[in-house]
């Protein structure tokens, strides 16, 4: 079946400093990807959609200086989070539909998630 | 009020028991509705999508209710292995991708 890659799985950061999680479709192309957020105890919540070659698309309240995407390519998106802070701390997870062929085309895919601990 | 609402749990049944969660949403307009499943420390993934006319898979009923905006997940027969955080999902957007999430209702299987 369709997997999405997400790296790392685990990162610890000092504050201020800026953590890169990568996001990839293994066996299809993804025109969009999605970035959600989960709080312990709390819904995911949808930060941005990801759009290859163009401006990603953020949600209501989610600051785009600070998180940054790049969808270069049909298999790669990017979520930089820029002078993380302790409150950025947070399971980051990526998404796409695989579309096509496979038999879950319409089902929403996800990538194991990245821990972010910022120190 | 929250636009996906569930009870946040913890549920706690012995095995072999059933079980059922409800969940509501706000938006009379939401096209699917889907219920994931997310284990401890893990990604959600899909356990069943719910259609108008209900659908079971195995162990595990679904039901929605349009008029009342209302979804429901019946488990029978719980197992162990069924512990875990169940997600209520709806889309709102018919060109797929924007699935707003409940927080979740933790079950917890016990021997």
């Known amino acids: 079946g369709a997997v999405v890659s997400q790296h790392p799985s685990w990162v610890i950061c000092k504050s201020g400093t800026s953590v890169k999680i990568e996001c990839r479709s293994l066996d299809f192309q993804a025109t969009t990807m999605f970035w959600y957020r989960q709080f312990p105890k709390q819904s995911l919540m949808l930060m941005a959609t990801?759009?290859?070659?163009?401006?990603?698309?953020?949600e209501q309240g989610v600051e785009k200086d600070k998180f940054l995407i790049n969808h270069a390519s049909l298999t790669l998106s990017t979520l930089t989070v820029t002078s993380a802070h302790p409150e950025d701390s947070s399971f980051y997870i990526c998404?796409?539909?695989?579309?096509?062929?496979?038999?879950?085309?319409?089902?929403?895919?996800f990538g194991a998630g990245s821990r972010l601990t910022v120190l | 009020r929250k636009e996906v609402e569930q009870d946040p749990g913890p549920f706690n049944v012995p095995e072999g028991a059933t079980v059922a969660f409800n969940c509501t949403y706000s938006?009379?307009?939401?096209?699917?509705f889907f219920w994931y499943r997310q284990d401890c420390r893990k990604e959600p993934k899909l356990l069943m999508s719910?259609?108008?006319s209900g659908n079971e898979d195995g162990r595990f009923t679904a039901q929605l209710n349009r008029a009342s905006q209302y979804i429901s997940l019946l488990i029978r027969d719980s197992k162990l292995s069924d512990s875990a955080t169940y997600l209520c999902?709806?889309?709102?957007?018919?060109?797929?991708?924007?699935?707003?999430f409940g927080q979740g209702t933790e079950l917890s299987v016990k021997p």
């Open positions: 999902v709806v889309n709102t957007d018919n060109q797929g991708g924007k699935l707003i």
């Open positions: 719910v259609y108008s």
């Open positions: 990801s759009n290859e070659g163009s401006k990603a698309t953020y």
């Open positions: 938006n009379s307009a939401s096209q699917s």
């Open positions: 998404s796409a539909f695989p579309g096509g062929s496979y038999s879950g085309a319409n089902v929403l895919t």
